[in-house]
């Protein structure tokens, strides 16, 4: 059972657009998310985080929407770069719990 | 190096035979986390370690083995490697600064098992 859930596996998108990468979950415990972003070869970078006491957090070009009512959070970036080409995963904790469940992960490609 | 660091970064070993993956880090740490990478399935939870002599089982845990001696080492050891256990593995770790620590991932390794 997936109890965090990406969509889509890719996403194109032009550089200087946005771009905007989903993730739902169905665990009502969540309460603590965070994205990942992912270049071959490497680890796993931690990107930006959110609170469920928070609907929105930014980070400079960065932004993570959660509605809590939807189990839906996103990620926007604005304006996509082409180094920000990567794998992104979404990934959600709850209470004092120090495990991370991931989702499948969003293939994102800007082009030029 | 200061960071976390996983050896070997590749591997090809035959089915039945045990192998060893290494995680280092220098940050001391209390959590260690053992993940690994499928198409498909995103990034799943092996294995973790909030502290020396203290291991827990994460999603998929069978097949494989793990000790915390130390603080800076987490070692993950598959004592029959079978072809399904062919994938990308990573080490993570965290410090103890509340939920809203981060993880921190090493570099990976690629096990291929033939």
């Known amino acids: 059972d997936q109890q965090v859930k990406q969509n889509s596996p890719s996403l194109s998108v032009q550089e200087g657009r946005i771009s905007i990468l989903n993730c739902d979950y169905t665990n009502s415990m969540f309460d603590y998310f965070l994205w990942y972003k992912k270049y071959p070869a490497e680890g796993p970078t931690f990107l930006i985080s959110i609170s469920s006491i928070k609907d929105k957090n930014e980070d400079g070009r960065f932004t993570v929407f959660l509605n809590k009512s939807a189990k839906h959070l996103s990620l926007h970036i604005v304006p996509s770069q082409p180094g920000d080409s990567a794998v992104y995963f979404c990934a959600a904790t709850f209470g004092t719990a120090s495990k991370l469940t991931f989702g499948t992960g969003t293939r994102l490609q800007v082009t030029l | 190096d200061a960071g976390i660091t996983q050896s070997p970064r590749y591997k090809i070993t035959e089915t039945g035979r045990q192998v060893t993956l290494m995680c280092h880090q220098t940050?001391?740490?209390?959590?260690m986390f053992w993940y690994r990478q499928d198409l498909g399935h995103g990034l799943r939870l092996i294995y973790y370690?909030?502290?020396?002599?203290?291991?827990d089982k994460g999603e998929v845990p069978d097949g494989y083995v793990v000790s915390r001696s130390k603080t800076e080492n987490f070692p993950l050891t598959l004592e029959s490697a079978t072809r399904s256990q062919t994938s990308v593995y990573f080490c993570?770790?965290?410090?103890?600064?509340?939920?809203?620590?981060?993880?921190?991932f090493g570099p990976g390794t690629r096990l291929t098992v033939t």
């Open positions: 940050w001391s740490h209390s959590y």
């Open positions: 993570a770790s965290r410090g103890t600064s509340g939920i809203t620590s981060e993880q921190y």
């Open positions: 370690s909030a502290a020396a002599d203290i291991t």
